[in-house]
Each structure stands twice: as C-alpha cells, then as structure tokens.
C-alpha cells in the first residue's frame, strides 16, 4: 500500500506492512479529529482550546485466535506499534473480520471545512448582544461553541480501502432567568453557518422564562408532550437499549405503529451521514421500529454470523475502541406531522417537558429510566401550572407502546450518537 491517502497514511502503512509479514488476516484503521472550543464566560472574557486526537487500531484474525490493540499517533511508529499489540493480545476467538467481498461505501468522502475562529468570535458576540438588549432579566451565565472535523480510513490485507469524512458545530448555552434554576440549551448542525445567532438566543430566553417559578407535582402516571430537546436524549438511550436487548425480547415487544425510528447512516436526513459503518461495510438505512414493530437491530459482522441478522450497524466510540453494534444517525420521522397546538389538544391533561436538566439515568437490567425537565402542566389542552423541574420516570417498554402524537418540528442534537425527532406525546410515564 503505498498510495497516498488521508488520513495517518505513515501509521497505516505501517502497521500494513507489519502485519502482510505474519500471514494473518488484518484491518487497519486510522481516525484524525481536530476541534475548535470556544468559551465565552459571563463577563464577555474568551477562552480557545484547540484539541487533535490522532490514533491507529488494528485487529488480527489468524488460526483460530484473534486481537485487537491501538496506540496514539500518526506517524510508522505508532502504526507498528499497534500492529505488534493487537498480535499480542490475539486469543481463541472466532474469526471477528468481514470478508472483503462485502466491504465497500455507499456514497463519497466529502472533505468538511475546518471551524473558523474568526467566524466562532463573530457569533459569540452577536448572540451575548442580544441577550444584553432584550430586557429580559436572564443572563448569559457562559456560551460554548464547538467545531469539529474528523476524517478516517480503514484498509484491509486485501488491498480494501475507505475514506470517511465528518464535521459539525454545536452551540450551548447556560442561562440564568431572573428565578428558577439556571438553564442548558444545546443545537447542533452540520456547520455554524447554519445558525441565527440572534434566533437561537431569543429561543433560548423564551425557553428559559416558561416554567421558572412552581411546586413540584404530585406523584402520578401521566401523559407527556416531549419536546425535541428532551425527546433526543430518550430516542439515543432508547436505541442503546434496543441494541444490548435480546432476540426474543425485541420479538415480543409491543409497539405503536406510530414509531418510525431509522438509523440513517448514509443520509441526506439527519446531522451525520456516513459512507461506511465502522467496519468499512456500505452504510446502510437500519430500520428500528415501523409499522408496529421492532425490525432490525445493530450487528457487527462477528454479531451477524451468530444470530442471523444482517450486519452494518458497527459504530467505532473512537480509535481506541473496537467496532462495537450501536446507532450512528437515528432519525425519528413523523407519520402526521402535527403542529404543537394540535399535539396540546391531543395531550389534553398531562404535562409538557421542554428542557432536560442533566443526563438521562438508564437501568441496563429493568429498561427503566430516568431524566429530569422543566414542565407546564397542561389541562383541557392549556397551560395550566408551572414546574421547574420534574422527574420523568419510565420504561422502554412503556416508551414503545406509548407513542401518541409527533410534531414537525424536528431538531438536530449531537449527543452519545447524532438524533434527529420531533416532539413526542407518550401516555402513562411517571411524573413527580
């Protein structure tokens, strides 16, 4: 392999070389990640952090054994380091690597602008402007703006190679209203340029006055409005537990036929789209749930020759990790797309949660979850009462079953994986 390719084309090469030299079959991959923090703190003082992870990992497969093993770096070294690790660690194991005649893209490698600081400090100080000549009593308490690129290459013994290419810009916000607790927005998008600046902070102080002042509400089973920011974190831990879930279960699960959860690899919807999966196979659309039903889960391909299913659903947290099955690029789609007056008449009684207030709290063994939101309690399809913060409880099941009503106003957010949904009334979840 001595073509010129990005990225870390010294490290794969390399550990290539090191690797053709044992007679075992071998994948190589590379992953270089570059990105821009900007922070601006409530006094308008700016701090930039600029980060680059650069990484090699190799996995062997040879006589019954095999390994997997990466190290830090760019350059030959790091490359035959990996190599000889990953030979190391080799162990009984079935054979874990696709054969090469299923390997291949199902779309080009675009290349991603790298954030722009520039652009970055433009925005911060039109967004905190704004903040300061609305009057609205909140305050800008800190403002974070990511942007990232990543690009990746996976070659193979068999002279296969994929190139892959990744970007985005993620803006968020802590805000202090004039009462209640403070407040963390989170957007996300393919790039900053796809952002108002002065849009998103007035969507921000609006959303931060609504539920500032309340009596947390009695303990009840209640029907929820989730709006988008609160419904990606469950639709992400939703799609974690689907894929740990066993075959039986997921055959059994009842579901309503207004669930239609894809897993969007190669695009155009969602944020991230993707040539391949993290095992170099084409990306493919991997349905969830439709029509009633569970349908496909994630499969690496060592997964996939065990229980039947079809692979291309391998995901890589980072090069330090191997591939491993999960979502990349869910999307939520609404069959009837309803607007949000139409989804309060729906919900009726119940409770709309509009923010989330900290990270969702899974248990792996029951399905049950936990997160926290800002809430209105709504009756005869009106806001009624205000609470800062409540403690939405539940089950995955219930989650399945449960789905009412979708909006169309669907969001984009960056979080374990990239997720795309619109607000979502699910009965009978615990409230308190």
């Known amino acids: 392999m001595t073509a010129d390719f990005d990225p870390l084309p010294a490290a794969i090469h390399s550990a290539s070389e090191e690797l053709a030299r044992r007679g075992v079959r071998f994948e190589v991959f590379a992953r270089l990640g570059e990105s821009v923090h900007l922070v601006r703190d409530q006094d308008g003082a700016l701090e930039r952090r600029e980060s680059r992870e650069v990484g090699v990992a190799c996995r062997v497969s040879g006589d019954g054994r095999a390994g997997f093993a ?40 675009l290349a991603h602008a790298p954030a722009d600081p520039v652009q970055q400090e433009a925005f911060a100080q039109v967004l905190a402007s704004t903040f300061e000549t609305t009057g609205s009593g909140s305050t800008l308490v800190q403002l974070r703006l990511l942007g990232g690129t990543s690009s990746a290459a996976l070659a193979t013994g068999k ?13 968020e916000m802590l805000l202090a209203p004039p009462a209640g607790p403070w407040r963390h927005f989170h957007f996300a998008a393919a790039a900053l340029s796809e952002f108002d600046p002065e849009a998103l902070a ?86 969830l749930a439709s029509g009633g039903r569970l349908r496909e889960r994630f499969a690496t391909w060592e997964r996939a020759q065990r229980t039947g299913e079809q692979p291309g659903g ?12 999960g979502p990349a690029n869910l999307v939520v789609f609404s069959l009837t797309a309803l607007r949000q007056p139409e989804l309060l008449a729906l919900l009726e ?37 205000a609470h800062p913060l409540v403690d939405l409880r539940g089950s995955f099941r219930r989650l399945l079953s449960g789905l009412a009503g979708t909006g169309g106003d669907a969001e984009s957010f960056s979080l374990a ?8 009334l699910i009965r009978h979840l615990e409230i308190a």
Not at 86 to 105: C, H, T
Not at 263 to 269: C, F, I, S, T
Not at 351 to 380: D, H, I, K, W
């Open 159 to 171: 002279g296969f190679l994929a190139r892959a290419a990744a970007g985005g810009a993620a803006v």
């Open 202 to 287: 007035r969507r921000a102080i609006e959303a931060s006055l609504l539920a500032t002042e309340g009596a947390a509400p009695e303990r009840q089973l209640a029907d929820v409005l989730l709006a988008p920011a609160v419904a990606a974190p469950i639709v992400v831990a939703l799609a974690q537990h689907l894929a740990r879930e066993a075959t039986g279960d997921h055959d059994r699960a009842r579901v309503s036929k207004l669930w239609n959860l894809v897993d969007e690899r190669p695009g155009p919807a969602g944020l991230l789209a993707l040539p391949w999966d993290g095992e170099g196979l084409p990306a493919r659309r991997i349905v």
């Open 349 to 385: 009684n119940g409770f709309y949660l509009a923010l989330p207030a900290g990270a969702m709290r899974v248990e792996q063994a029951t399905g049950r979850f936990a997160l926290r939101a800002a809430a209105v309690e709504v009756r005869n399809g009106k806001p009624a009462a």
């Open 314 to 325: 391998a995901v890589r947290p980072s090069y330090r990790h191997p591939p491993v099955p």
């Open 70 to 109: 990466a190290a830090a770096g760019g350059g030959a070294r790091a490359g035959r380091q990996a190599a000889l690790a990953a030979l190391d660690a080799m162990l009984p194991s079935p054979d874990p690597l696709p054969p090469e005649a299923v390997l291949g893209s199902s779309g080009s490698a």
């Open 417 to 424: 994986s990239a997720v795309t949904t619109p607000s979502l």
